[in-house]
């Protein structure tokens, strides 16, 4: 064995992260053993924190601290329209451009069966029945152009097929800046008011 077993755990661990193969994962972890034990502390207490602190909202999958996240506790935000997005990073974007008063719903993914990520994994159910309570009038996709988001995008609408709401896409999948995580507040608030409706009538 080249390391010891709590250093080869170490590597496994962090190759488990997007984006990191095994080498990056070994450069990681040595240069947390070898020189910066500090590091290594801070970010283990940090992540022990966030997984105890943090968790999914109960109504729209929001990462939050609280037992309802800020957007599903503010009575003042506009319960008729829910905006789905793939992730809390695009979420967080859509908030901080400020040019969206209703509520969310967030997947924490797109529709993989590959990757074994299908409608349960995405909280699709509870989407159905949060759009069900009543309030809802119109459900707004925010997704990109993977193909994965646009079977995800057929899968959702189908679920609203005979329901009688609205469903909406948000032309994020034809910005030139590509990803929504890396659009900036006025693309995202010029995408917002550029909304289109999404027909029944050819399925
Ligand atoms: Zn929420």
Same mark, same amino acid.
């Given at each position: ?7 080869? !755990? ?6 488990? =992260? ?13 240069? =947390?053993?070898?020189?910066?034990? +500090? ?23 929001? =990462?939050? +601290? ?59 159910? +509870? ?33 609203? !097929? ?13 910005? !030139? ?14 995408? =917002?008011?550029? !909304? ?8």
């Amino acid at each position: 064995m080249a390391f010891t077993p709590a250093t080869e !755990k170490l590597i496994q661990a962090l190759q488990a =992260l997007p984006g990191v193969g095994v080498r990056s994962a070994q450069r990681m972890a040595l240069q =947390l053993l070898e020189r910066e034990p +500090e590091t290594g502390q801070r970010l283990s207490s940090a992540l022990s924190d966030a997984l105890t602190l943090v968790h999914k909202c109960p109504q729209c999958r929001t =990462l939050t +601290e609280d037992d309802l996240c800020g957007v599903c506790a503010n009575p003042d935000r506009d319960a008729s329209v829910i905006c789905v997005v793939a992730s809390d990073v695009d979420r967080a974007g859509i908030e901080m451009s400020a040019a969206f008063q209703g509520r969310y719903f967030v997947l924490h993914g797109v529709l993989s069966p590959i990757d074994g990520i299908g409608p349960e994994t995405l909280g699709l159910v +509870e989407l159905v029945e949060l759009a069900r309570s009543g309030e809802v009038s119109e459900i707004m996709l925010a997704l990109d152009d993977r193909l994965e988001s646009e079977a995800t995008v057929h899968f959702i609408k189908e679920q609203f !097929k005979e329901s009688g709401l609205t469903v909406t896409r948000v032309p994020f999948h034809q910005m !030139k800046s590509g990803a929504l995580d890396q659009a900036d507040s006025r693309v995202i608030e010029q995408a =917002l008011t550029q !909304k289109q409706t999404l027909g029944f009538e050819h399925d």
